[in-house]
């Protein structure tokens, strides 16, 4: 296992912030013509994070289950057991779940009455459950661990696919479902905008490097690119500014258990410890949703963890934005929730620890004090 902490270049942070982006171009997804790339905004004052070591409430670290080869849609036969895979999001678990949990559906070949049993509870688990139960199809969840404690309540949540997989490593059919997965997401993202699922639009900016649109560039409004005289955050960049989606994991996921539950879905607490452990089921149709569980209970040695480590402030409700920046240090981003405000981050692949690391938490720390301290006043 490489424990080697990996330094983002420019080119690294490309491939994290939308390795498809550069295909998305070429596929006849909707573009921003040149003029509207152009349309800068005049300078408006931003609030200051209050950073600082003593405001933090609990630093918290998830494992992102990444393949080079992107999320796995595929069908294989367990004897008498016909597995629907679903499964290896790497950092766009969120973002991506109901786009690829519609498309791993579309290849359950059954009549829809037929019960279908799910492996797993974190988003992409329940996202699929929900759908299945919304055609009529009965569904019992088979899980480790229930919300909040899964993967995808710690992470940071921003709508934007990211580090989903190797550009090198993938072919256009699977960049057609990305693109497919991530509309189809998205779209249904803005029909959960509001209080109770903990979803809201943020405008967010994108300092060192360009952003790359993951997923077609009609998914992020409101583009502008900022120079020196209109950018908030003084010498340190000129910036891309777009809106996205952010969702608050602790409300998000609370919300899609209840409707998991009100839809008539079924939960059994069952850790699966091998494939034999799944023939004992009752379901002839099994989707497995246990992200980076599948490199041993499936035995995709592709997987790969990501260790993301996040460090979280107290609550600042003026704060109405958030960021990316790219540093000689590694990445930095910001984003505001109700629950606090979120600071990273760190991507640091092959490395499987749950520890938070007091070196990228002073990294943290500091590079994101340096950028509020130099916003214009």
Same mark, same amino acid.
């Given at each position: ?41 005049? *300078? ?40 629907? #895979?679903?499964?290896? +999001? ?74 989903? *997989? =190797? ?12 693109? /497919? ?47 020196? =005289? ?10 891309? /500014? ?30 699966? #410890? ?9 379901? +002839? ?14 035995? =995709? ?31 930095? *981003? ?33 590079? +994101? ?9």
């Amino acid at each position: 296992m490489d424990t080697t902490k990996h330094v983002d270049s420019r080119r690294g942070f490309i491939k994290k912030l939308g390795a498809a982006g550069l295909y998305a171009s070429t596929l006849g997804l909707p573009t921003l013509s040149s003029a509207f790339e152009k349309n800068q905004s005049s *300078y408006s004052r931003l609030n200051p994070v209050k950073v600082s070591r003593d405001r933090i409430i609990r630093q918290v670290v998830g494992l992102r289950p990444y393949r080079p080869a992107g999320f796995n849609l595929s069908v294989e036969q367990l004897e008498n057991k016909t597995i629907v #895979h679903n499964y290896g +999001h790497g950092g766009g678990g969120i973002s991506l779940s109901w786009g690829t949990a519609s498309l791993a559906i579309d290849q359950i070949k059954q009549p829809e009455y037929t019960p279908v049993g799910v492996l797993g509870a974190g988003v992409v688990g329940l996202s699929s459950a929900i759908l299945l139960l919304k055609r009529g199809t009965p569904v019992t969840i088979y899980t480790e661990n229930l919300p909040p404690n899964t993967t995808s309540n710690v992470a940071a949540a921003f709508w934007a696919p990211v580090s989903v *997989y =190797d550009p090198g490593q993938v072919n256009e059919p699977f960049v057609n479902s990305f693109n /497919q997965a991530s509309q189809i997401s998205q779209r249904m993202f803005q029909d959960l905008v509001g209080d109770r699922y903990g979803v809201w639009w943020i405008k967010t900016f994108f300092m060192q490097a360009p952003f790359d649109f993951p997923g077609g560039k009609n998914l992020y409004p409101d583009y502008k690119k900022h120079n020196t =005289d209109s950018s908030p955050f003084g010498h340190i960049s000129d910036p891309e /500014q777009l809106h996205s989606l952010m969702i608050e994991p602790p409300i998000y996921m609370k919300a899609l258990l209840d409707d998991f539950f009100q839809l008539g879905g079924k939960l059994v607490v069952k850790k699966m #410890h091998q494939p034999s452990d799944i023939l004992e089921l009752n379901e +002839h149709t099994i989707m497995n949703c246990t992200g980076l569980g599948s490199q041993k209970l499936f035995g =995709d040695k592709t997987l790969t963890p990501v260790k993301g480590q996040l460090s979280i402030l107290l609550p600042q409700p003026e704060i109405k934005y958030g960021y990316v920046n790219l540093t000689p240090g590694g990445l930095l *981003y910001m984003f505001p929730r109700k629950d606090g405000i979120i600071l990273g981050g760190t991507s640091e692949k092959g490395v499987a620890s749950l520890n938070a690391d007091t070196q990228e938490t002073e990294r943290i720390i500091k590079g +994101h004090q340096y950028i509020s301290q130099n916003l214009k006043g």
